[in-house]
DNA sequence: CCAGTTTGTTGCCAATCCCAACATATTACC
DNA sequence: GGTAATATGTTGGGATTGGCAACAAACTGG
């Protein structure tokens, strides 16, 4: 019920599996590219081009992709077509928030065709969450095609292997077989997984990590800071599945707990709440946040963004000697804290992480805007697809 | 001139690359066995019978394995060969230290066959160290077939792409290319690496780390703490190869610098020199050391120790949140304090880090001895050829 | 309209793995 | 001690798949 790790131990290769490696390549670079020429799926896989011809064929024949007319490119030759993704090849994809619930129809390429948001009178429970989810799913089912599955973005602990909710302090959920109940409400194959952690999977593939091998990417919301983790080339998921949790690290020796009973976190001392307080505001969105911050002349507010930079500091700090990231990607109000005042995080970096880790270390603000858990969850939702094409249908 | 990165954008695969995989397979698992019957790498493999027989004999042809008589086994059925390496496959390995230099010759399997240390007045610099390890080589020679390469475990920061290392603190080393000189001193090729991360490799294949995918091995040496990370099965380089780097993690607000530069660090309050001046010793091996700790009843030295442990505790919890590891595996005098208070770090790592990625960690010991760098450093020089047997020879 | 260039298309070839049938070596049982 | 049962090596044939080369098609540029 979810993306599967690399084996432990190799195994062998029979003959199929090569096609189905080549079918998986081709397949994902449409989708990461949202359409590209067959001339160019030949360059980029180093395969034959007679072999890419049987390959899109196959994928066309799937329903996974189509081929359009070449665009006029004014160079010399015979144009080649170009392969996209076929807009019948949809999933749901979902996020429950304390105050709100999101579900979109995705399609290959990471396109939303449609987003709906589901106002919550308060946090709901997962029997509320499965109704309203599957509610939605039916309304949009008769504008769209049939999906091919769900992926959920959660705001808390998910163990991999069967989407079950372990914690998601926020929702005040605990041990909550989500991805089950989902599937079993809907019919359709569910995966969950962390939000953040699908929020760099989604900033990998689309947004500011593309092309990079190792990177961060932190968020920090309403509701905390949360973290994952690009390295190697591939979704850093840990053990159970629960990587990525900057957000309870250690940076004081206060001794009271963050909502999920870790003492001295980091998730105590960087919060938007406190920043939104310093600036006299009820509340703001993302935008009105950063517009305020930047503005700000109060000696109050500098000295408390000062203070949260320091803490992220220290994050990133351990962030870079620990994991020796090409980038670190920030979202929600931390990449309004570092623009708020420019240069100050990295300043701090370059003053506290190892030199020669920090060579190549850039911090960049995310680049998806406010659907990028909704990719993220989309991403989780066509992985099988992803991996093995000829799998599905 | 090291170990590839997986490729950021997967790329088609040839015919041919379906061999080299299998083959790569095969030899990897004879490699980590040490010695395996054809029947049982026609199970492990899934690949067919008569596949692994043509497999294994392209490997015997090639001289990397040989076949030997099946053991007695008291199971019905046709015995089957035991495949074991090739003893004339050998790599040379290295591990320049502030006092001494040792050189191995190592087989496939992971066996040491000849282990030579040769003491150093004072810290070599890298001219030194070069002349040493040539003539070390050479002595060597005489004795061992010709070996296929060489790989350098340095205590310090090397940058992957090409062995050049970075940073080696306690060898007043900066921007020296080791390898280079020695590939050109010697005429192999050669590959250096951060000696914890190949720790940590050698612990993953032969060691405490057989079989897991996420695991954490943290040693504490006369230098200082180095860590390795091994996630999702494979060894965690980060993008210039520095990543693991634990002991810089920041622990308190204290504003000295570590040898490194970074303030606050772990390394500063966790060390071998407090623990053995609070034993009240001058100097004393790994062992002579835990005897001590383990027998002593003094209160000072259980206040250090804890002192020390709840420090560990704290670079433990950061990784457990960051990582969500199967086991932790320590090191050097980090085990003999874990044995010093049984179940004191089990406690504080209970205490803080999060409660769900705790369920499966195991804090546990090394399991190979004072040869763990020598193996890992050969485990750096053996990776072209398990990745590829066909390109050798 | 023709030369040059690039790319799709087609038919054939080679590599490699699977399969099935047979051979062989061991244990189990009478 | 001989025979059945079992597991595994060995051998020859078959199917899948990617590469290659020759040809066709579609575009640019003069």
Do not use: C, K
């Not at 290769?13 to 998986?24: E, K, Q, T, Y």
């Amino acid at each position: 019920m979810n993306a599967e790790h690399p084996p432990a131990l190799p195994v062998g290769r029979g003959r199929d599996s090569l096609r189905r490696h080549n079918l998986a390549t081709v397949l994902e670079r449409v989708h990461h590219s949202g359409g590209v020429s067959r001339s160019r799926l030949t360059g980029a896989t180093g395969l034959n081009r007679s072999t890419i011809a049987a390959l899109v064929t196959e994928l066309v024949v799937r329903g996974l992709v189509e081929e359009v007319d070449p665009v006029t490119t004014n160079q010399v030759g015979r144009p080649s077509p170009i392969v996209r993704p076929d807009p019948r090849t949809v999933v749901i994809a979902v996020n429950p928030e304390v105050d709100a619930i999101s579900v979109a129809v995705v399609g290959l390429g990471g396109v939303v065709r449609e987003r709906v948001r589901r106002p919550m009178d308060a946090a709901p429970d997962v029997a509320q969450a499965v109704a309203v989810i599957t509610q939605t799913v039916d309304e949009l089912a008769g504008r769209h095609p049939a999906p091919l599955g769900m992926g959920i973005a959660v705001p808390g602990l998910v163990r991999a292997a069967d989407g079950l909710v372990r914690l998601a302090p926020h929702l005040g959920w605990r041990d909550e077989p989500l991805a089950a109940r989902l599937s079993r409400a809907t019919g359709l194959p569910v995966a969950a997984a962390n939000d953040a952690g699908l929020g760099a999977a989604a900033e990998h593939v689309f947004g500011a990590g593309r092309g990079l091998t190792d990177f961060v990417y932190l968020n920090g919301g309403a509701s905390g800071i949360g973290g994952g983790i690009i390295a190697g080339g591939v979704p850093l998921r840990g053990a159970g599945g629960y990587a990525g949790e900057f957000g309870h690290t250690l940076v004081t020796a206060r001794g009271d707990r963050d909502r999920a009973g870790a003492p001295g976190s980091v998730e105590l001392e960087l919060t938007r709440a406190t920043l939104l307080r310093a600036l006299g505001l009820d509340d703001a969105d993302a935008d009105g946040l950063e517009r305020a911050l930047v503005a700000s002349e109060s000696a109050d507010v500098a000295a408390e963004v000062d203070r949260q930079l320091a803490f992220l500091g220290v994050v990133l700090r351990n962030a870079v000697d620990i994991l020796n990231p090409q980038r670190i990607v920030l979202g929600g109000f931390l990449a309004s804290l570092d623009a708020a005042v420019p240069g100050r995080l990295d300043a701090l970096l370059r003053e506290q992480a190892l030199a020669v880790s920090l060579d190549e270390v850039r911090v960049v603000r995310a680049e998806l805007g406010s659907d990028i858990l909704l990719i993220g969850a989309a991403e989780l939702a066509f992985a099988g697809l992803l991996a093995d094409p000829a799998s599905v249908r």
